[in-house]
């Protein structure tokens, strides 16, 4: 294959695993693809954000801010299937239930939902929502462009940082690992280029905010973990993409 079909066959692969977009299916796709579709999930951020940014200005245009920004969480939510989500409720049930590493990793590896996942997705879902709905009205479609590829490439970012914990059954094991350095280039580069639509001074601190949170998570999970797991990468996304919605806020 030339380079050309290889990329384009990556970035199917991360359509196909990181959004619930219309795609070609799994089976076309070899274990290589897989491999390298992590580079191109800021690329798979950038549509979500584009998605989001198209369902607020249209609503927008009929309601109050408050139920755009609902109408662009939920336009997100089913862009993506709630991936993050999910593994944002995984790593608050199994950080609740105990201390001991091999536990959390047992609850995380669960497939219900407890108690600690429904409080953080609600508290998560609404720290969002109330961000959105305040940020000023002019900065906001490219705001949600820059916090949706930002965030996933500061995922691929812990991806590059710690080792990875699950066995050859996990679900994100095709998409794991460590991308060699001129992948890992791309997805930063894609990620970081949103930047560039907002004002000049938000661009730095967004980067600069973007990289302290990505470093906490990588501390904790390593400090608590030894790694992460898929779980660990979605729920990095989530307190990234959060973490960049308030800076204009904060800055206001």
């Avoid at 929502?129 to 691929?156: D, E, H, K, T, Y």
């Avoid at 905010?209 to 992460?228: E, H, N, P, Q, T």
Wanted: charged letters at 15%.
């Amino acid at each position: 294959m030339n380079l050309l079909t290889v990329e384009l066959r990556a970035m199917m692969a991360a359509v196909v695993f990181f959004s619930r977009m219309p795609a070609p299916a799994r089976p076309l796709l070899d274990a290589d693809d897989m491999r390298r579709a992590a580079t191109y999930w800021p690329l798979v951020g950038l549509a979500t954000g584009g998605a989001m940014a198209a369902a607020w200005w249209l609503a927008s245009c009929l309601w109050p801010p408050l139920i755009a920004a609902g109408v662009a969480l939920a336009a997100a939510m089913l862009a993506t299937g709630a991936l993050e989500q999910d593994g944002t409720a995984d790593v608050a049930d199994g950080f609740a239930d105990g201390a001991a590493r091999d536990r959390i990793l047992e609850v995380m590896h669960q497939s219900r939902v407890g108690s600690a996942g429904v409080i953080a997705l609600t508290v998560m879902t609404g720290l969002r929502w109330q961000a959105l709905a305040a940020l000023p009205v002019a900065i906001v479609p490219a705001m949600l462009l820059a916090a949706q590829a930002l965030s996933r490439a500061s995922g691929v970012g812990l991806m590059a940082l710690l080792p990875y914990l699950r066995g050859r059954d996990s679900r994100a094991r095709p998409v794991v690992g460590r991308l060699p350095p001129p992948r890992l280039a791309v997805a930063a580069a894609i990620g970081l280029a949103p930047l560039l639509l907002l004002p000049a001074p938000l661009r730095s601190v967004s980067a600069l905010v973007a990289a302290a949170v990505l470093a906490a998570c990588a501390i904790w999970f390593a400090r608590r973990l030894g790694g992460y797991t898929g779980d660990c990468v979605g729920a990095t996304q989530q307190v990234v993409e959060l973490a960049l919605l308030l800076v204009p806020l904060a800055a206001a």
